[in-house]
């Protein structure tokens, strides 16, 4: 499998797994995406029914990585990072509603979705760079779980270095402290001021500074990186799997921020997975529900709201959507993606908009709607949702059709925002035992302004420490 940007002609390298792996973003400041679609036939589907998760997240996520990591191999990562989750089923699914399932997501160590595809990163990573013997600084930007997940997927590995921006008092308290009261030598928690799309922007500017870039020999971890986005891809299958797929179409009602997520499942899609809608759940920061609804891609102010992890304007995800929507012509969506970035609007082709619009459909809930919600699913479904779950499950009400299961992502456990739980539902949710002293625990953590040169000196501080 070869690998090429979406701001480029295919490399003459053609890079394959293992490069995009480590260099997370294109020289070209594009995304990477495969250079073709694996397909997955029906009787193939059908026979992976019968797989425990962690081999069908081997066969999935090895179509990926097919020429540089063998299969067997990669079914023994699998096989131990998914056999440390709290969940037999790993990925379990519970009806909430008629006809509507939450997907829970949060049965790793860090209680976010992240951990499905970042704990198979931190091995990826092991894997390659000893291969190679290399080490790597990577360079995260979080609203909150990415950064948890991240640290705790490569936290004293010694052949990577890790700084993790998060946008300072715009987390919760809970993942704050999951990244902050972690001592390991080779990780670094920066809050920056600013919010997370200022994080994310120093991210992607460290990585369009060439010689910043391989002084440190910088890696991503963010959903940037293709492998995020590959190893989120066998849930959906599984989830589909186990409601009548691939004989009957299923929707995924998903709360999104930076597209990553939801992306997976259209990417399942692509592979064979008969998929009727995906549905966008937004927070007040809403931008893709306009986008949806009126082709308005217009970037606001970040406001703060009770789904801190989706408080975000400029999806990086999209990117990739918008490629394949151009028919993958990289000229057009590099001049689409640079405009973007000078005006703070995306003029989207209205050819491209419509074909979004057939499999793409947004929801946005405010704070008030949100909380109400959290309410009614626990009222009505005895079911605790955290404020980004409730955002998906209620989208996924809100859609839902007879005859065609409708699956909303829950991203989170409700224990990562308790004070949000609790003001809707009354219900304080506990911390699980491996997390039960978090609040004695030290906090360590850099506070610096909104500028790039006092991060990257700080990057560099820590990538020479190594
Ligand atoms: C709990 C939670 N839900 C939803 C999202 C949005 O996911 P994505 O950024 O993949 O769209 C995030 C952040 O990524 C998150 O942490
Ligand atoms: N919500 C995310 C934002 C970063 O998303 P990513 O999927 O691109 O890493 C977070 O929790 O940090």
């Keep these: 499998m070869r690998y090429r940007s979406t701001r480029g002609t295919a490399e003459a390298s053609a890079p394959n797994f293992s490069d995009i792996l480590l260099s997370g973003l294109a020289n070209d400041g594009g995304l990477y995406l495969p250079?073709?679609?694996?397909?997955?036939?029906?009787?193939?589907?059908?026979?992976?029914?019968?797989?425990?998760?962690?081999?069908?997240?081997?066969?999935?996520?090895?179509?990926?990585?097919?020429?540089?990591?063998?299969?067997?191999?990669?079914?023994?990562m699998c096989r131990d990072v998914y056999g440390r989750f709290d969940h037999t089923a790993i990925a379990p699914l519970v009806e909430v509603e008629e006809g509507l399932f939450s997907l829970e997501l949060f049965?790793?160590?860090?209680?976010?979705?992240?951990?499905?595809?970042?704990?198979?990163?931190?091995?990826?990573?092991?894997?390659?760079?000893?291969?190679?013997?290399?080490?790597?600084?990577?360079?995260?930007?979080?609203?909150?779980?990415?950064?948890?997940?991240a640290i705790e997927a490569f936290r004293g590995r010694e052949r990577v270095s890790i700084v993790i921006l998060h946008p300072h008092g715009r987390t919760s308290d809970v993942q704050r402290r999951q990244m902050t009261t972690v001592h390991d030598k080779n990780v670094l928690n920066i809050a920056v001021d600013g919010d997370f799309d200022t994080c994310q922007d120093m991210v992607k500017a460290m990585f369009a500074d060439e010689t910043f870039r391989q002084e440190c020999s910088l890696s991503a971890v963010n959903s940037?990186?293709?492998?995020?986005?590959?190893?989120?891809?066998?849930?959906?299958?599984?989830?589909?799997?186990?409601?009548?797929?691939?004989?009957?179409?299923?929707?995924?009602?998903?709360?999104?921020?930076?597209?990553?997520?939801?992306?997976?499942?259209?990417?399942?899609?692509?592979?064979?997975?008969?998929?009727?809608?995906?549905?966008?759940?937004?927070?007040?920061?809403?931008?893709?529900?306009?986008?949806?609804?009126?082709?308005?891609?217009?970037?606001?102010?970040?406001?703060?709201?009770?789904?801190?992890s989706m408080d975000i304007q400029v999806s990086s995800n999209f990117e990739r959507l918008l490629f394949e929507m151009l028919g993958r012509d990289p000229?057009?969506?590099?001049?689409?993606?640079?405009?973007?970035?000078?005006?703070?609007?995306?003029?989207?082709?209205?050819?491209?908009?419509?074909?979004?619009?057939?499999?793409?459909?947004?929801?946005?809930?405010?704070?008030?709607?949100?909380?109400?919600a959290m309410r009614r699913f626990h009222k009505e479904s005895h079911y605790l949702a955290d404020p980004h779950s409730a955002i998906g499950l209620a989208t996924g009400s809100y859609y839902k059709e007879a005859g065609i299961p409708m699956v909303a992502a829950a991203t989170a456990h409700p224990a990562k925002f308790p004070d949000a739980v609790e003001a809707a539902t009354g219900i304080h949710p506990e911390l699980p035992p491996h997390l039960a002293d978090l609040f004695d625990r030290e906090e360590r953590y850099d506070v610096l302004p909104n500028d790039l040169a006092r991060v990257k000196e700080a990057v560099l501080a820590h990538h020479r420490a190594r």
Excluded at 57 to 70: M, R
Excluded at 348 to 355: C, F, G, M, Q
Aim: hydrophobic residues 40%.
């Design 35 to 76: 250079t073709h679609w694996p397909h997955v036939s029906r009787d193939t589907l059908t026979a992976w029914r019968s797989l425990p998760y962690p081999d069908l997240a081997a066969e999935v996520i090895g179509l990926f990585t097919e020429g540089s990591i063998d299969r067997e191999t990669l079914r023994e």
């Design 331 to 372: 000229n057009r969506c590099r001049a689409i993606m640079e405009e973007f970035r000078q005006t703070g609007f995306m003029a989207v082709p209205h050819d491209a908009w419509e074909n979004i619009g057939h499999v793409f459909r947004g929801h946005a809930l405010d704070d008030a709607k949100t909380s109400d």
């Design 224 to 308: 940037i990186n293709w492998a995020r986005i590959a190893a989120q891809i066998p849930y959906y299958i599984r989830a589909a799997l186990a409601l009548g797929g691939p004989d009957r179409p299923v929707s995924f009602a998903v709360p999104t921020g930076n597209f990553g997520n939801i992306l997976a499942a259209w990417a399942a899609g692509q592979m064979g997975l008969p998929i009727e809608k995906l549905y966008v759940g937004s927070n007040r920061n809403d931008i893709l529900t306009r986008f949806l609804l009126n082709n308005d891609m217009r970037v606001r102010s970040v406001e703060p709201s009770l789904s801190p």
């Design 107 to 149: 049965h790793g160590p860090t209680l976010a979705f992240k951990d499905m595809a970042m704990q198979m990163l931190g091995r990826l990573f092991e894997h390659v760079l000893k291969e190679r013997d290399r080490h790597v600084t990577i360079v995260g930007a979080t609203s909150g779980d990415t950064g948890s997940a």
